[in-house]
């Protein structure tokens, strides 16, 4: 009942606002802080400059900007192609078959992401497939850690979507590639996009198993933060870190600009 009084909200609102700054607000403060910093040798930073952000923009950090895009679009579409078809091709399944299926499927995101990165260095490192200083290892790896969330969201989508539709589309004579094509794909559509957005954020802020298996010459942005900042260059990994936030919410921006198509709930 105290919840529901009006110091009972206040205390919650205090508390939630309390924990969220702290938390959240506060680390991304600190970041965006130092990202404009010269030096910071009391409690605020001084000398504020602009020129961490140019060289974040300019030179091996632009690069690490593409890769980071490249990698990231790249492992999405293909997780995103998998996790369909997987939940696709699981949808008829029932009983044991399908859940130890499911949990195949997400299997590898239980696993830390060293370890994947460890394993997919390992067997990528001698014939028959010899993937190990090339840029398709670092898309494995991406493609193994987020395909798992690919698949959850086009499995939820499925298990949500009226059968109604794709059983008149079957009754009006529609074959079966028409109606996954013309029905179940454009119902789909918003977990489609939720799979992509958020496969993509995840791609763009993997380290773990990524510093494990780069090659030279294809570094992400995570690991040129981690790089930059484990030689003590703080300021230059957070304006980094600001490109990095920035590059993602930007693209997570844009796919939600594009025009969806409402499911059929049940």
């Known amino acids: 009942m105290l919840l529901w009084s009006d110091r009972g909200r206040a205390a919650a609102w205090t508390a939630t606002a309390a924990i969220v700054g702290v938390l959240y607000v506060a680390p991304l403060a600190v970041i965006a802080m130092a990202s404009l910093s010269g030096q910071w040798n009391g409690v605020l930073p001084s000398h504020p400059t602009l ?62 992401s060293v370890s994947v990165g460890l394993g997919v260095l390992v067997a990528y490192s001698q014939p028959p497939l010899l993937l190990n200083g090339t840029v398709a290892i670092v898309l494995v790896v ?85 790089a930059l900042t484990d030689r003590g260059d703080v300021f230059q990994g957070s304006a980094l870190t600001v490109v990095l936030i920035l590059v993602t919410l930007a693209v997570l921006g844009a796919m939600s600009l594009v025009p969806k198509r409402a499911t059929g709930g049940r």
Do not use: D
């Open 51 to 112: 020129r961490h952000f140019a060289n974040a923009v300019s030179g091996p950090s632009a690069e690490q900007i593409w890769a980071s895009l490249v990698t990231g679009a790249v492992a999405s579409l293909i997780a995103l192609a998998a996790g369909t078809w997987a939940a696709l091709a699981l949808r008829p399944l029932a009983g044991r078959l399908r859940r130890v299926l499911e949990l195949a499927f997400f299997l590898p995101s239980a696993v830390p």
């Open 142 to 226: 991406h493609l193994v850690l987020i395909s798992a969330f690919a698949f959850g969201n086009v499995s939820a989508g499925l298990a949500r979507l009226a059968p109604e539709f794709e059983q008149v589309a079957e009754s009006l004579g529609a074959r079966p590639g028409f109606r996954l094509r013309h029905v179940t794909l454009p119902l789909l559509m918003p977990y489609l996009l939720a799979a992509f957005s958020l496969s993509f954020a995840l791609s763009m802020g993997e380290l773990g198993a990524t510093v494990m298996v780069y090659p030279p010459g294809w570094v992400t942005l995570p690991v040129g933060i981690f």
